[in-house]
T-cell receptor, first 110, second 111 residues
Framework: DAKTTQPPSMDCAEGRAANLPCNHSTISGNEYVYWYRQIHSQGPQYIIHGLKNNETNEMASLIITEDRKSSTLILPHATLRDTAVYYC???????????FGSGTKLNVKP | SQTIHQWPATLVQPVGSPLSLECTVE??????LYWYRQAAGRGLQLLFYSVGIGQISSEVPQNLSASRPQDRQFILSSKKLLLSDSGFYLC??????????FGSGTRLTVV
C-alpha cells in the first residue's frame, strides 16, 4: 500500500524549476524516500533517493524536511522531455518491495 | 553493467489463450525480481516478486502465475487469458538495498 500523497498534476514552464511535493507523514525512521518517473509507454526510471539528508545528482535534488514527513523533488531547469508521471515512494531499509501510488503528472509547457 | 531484457514489446492474444512473458537480467547475481502491471491510465500494481530461484510471492490473487527457473530469469504465465489481463507488464530487478531498474515493458492486449 502506498504511504505517500502527491498532487495529481502540475504544470511547469520550460526552463523553470519544477518542484514536486510529496507527503509521507507516517514515515518511519528506517524508511527511505525514493523518486521515480515514468514517461509515457516506458518503464519507470529511477531519479533519486534519500533517508534524512538532502540529496542531489545529475537529474534532480531531493529536499526532505527535518521531521521527514514530506519531501520535494526539484528539477532545476525543466525541459519538455521531463513531462512524465513522477512517483514518490517510501521503502523500509531491507524491505523488498516498492508500492507505487498514483504519482504526479508533470506537464512541462513551452 | 547490469541490463534487463523483457520481451515481447507488444502482444495481442485472444481470450482463453495461454501467456508467457519472459524477463532476464544480466550483470548481477541473486537479484530480487518483480512483475508489475499497469492498466490503461492507472498506476503500477505489484503482481509477484522473487528473492531467489523457485521463491515466488504473490501480491494479488488472480489469473496469473510466476516462476523463477534460473537466478536471473523471471517468467509470468497464464493458462487462460481474460480480457481484464490486458495492460502494460513490467519486469524489474533490485539488489537488497537500492532502487529498481525496470525493463521496457510488454503491452498486452487481450481480444
Amino acid at each position: 500500500d502506498a504511504k505517500t500523497t502527491q498532487p495529481p498534476s502540475m504544470d511547469c514552464a520550460e526552463g523553470r524549476a519544477a518542484n514536486l511535493p510529496c507527503n509521507h507523514s507516517t514515515i518511519s525512521g528506517n524508511e527511505y524516500v525514493y523518486w521515480y518517473r515514468q514517461i509515457h509507454s516506458q518503464g519507470p526510471q529511477y531519479i533519486i533517493h534519500g533517508l534524512k539528508n538532502n540529496e542531489t545528482n545529475e537529474m534532480a535534488s531531493l529536499i526532505i524536511t527535518e521531521d521527514r514527513k514530506s519531501s520535494t523533488l526539484i528539477l532545476p531547469h525543466a525541459t519538455l522531455r521531463d513531462t512524465a508521471v513522477y512517483y514518490c515512494i517510501v521503502r523500509p531499509q531491507g524491505f523488498n518491495k516498492f508500492y507505487f501510488g498514483s504519482g504526479t503528472k508533470l506537464n512541462v509547457k513551452p | 553493467s547490469q541490463t534487463i531484457h523483457q520481451w515481447p514489446a507488444t502482444l495481442v492474444q485472444p481470450v482463453g489463450s495461454p501467456l508467457s512473458l519472459e524477463c532476464t537480467v544480466e550483470g548481477t547475481s541473486n537479484p530480487n525480481l518483480y512483475w508489475y502491471r499497469q492498466a490503461a491510465g492507472r498506476g503500477l500494481q505489484l503482481l509477484f516478486y522473487s528473492v531467489g530461484i523457485g521463491q515466488i510471492s504473490s501480491e494479488v490473487p488472480q489469473n496469473l502465475s510466476a516462476s523463477r527457473p534460473q537466478d536471473r530469469q523471471f517468467i509470468l504465465s497464464s493458462k487462460k487469458l481474460l480480457l481484464s489481463d490486458s495492460g502494460f507488464y513490467l519486469c524489474a530487478w533490485t539488489l537488497v538495498e537500492g532502487g529498481y531498474t525496470f525493463g521496457s515493458g510488454t503491452r498486452l492486449t487481450v481480444v
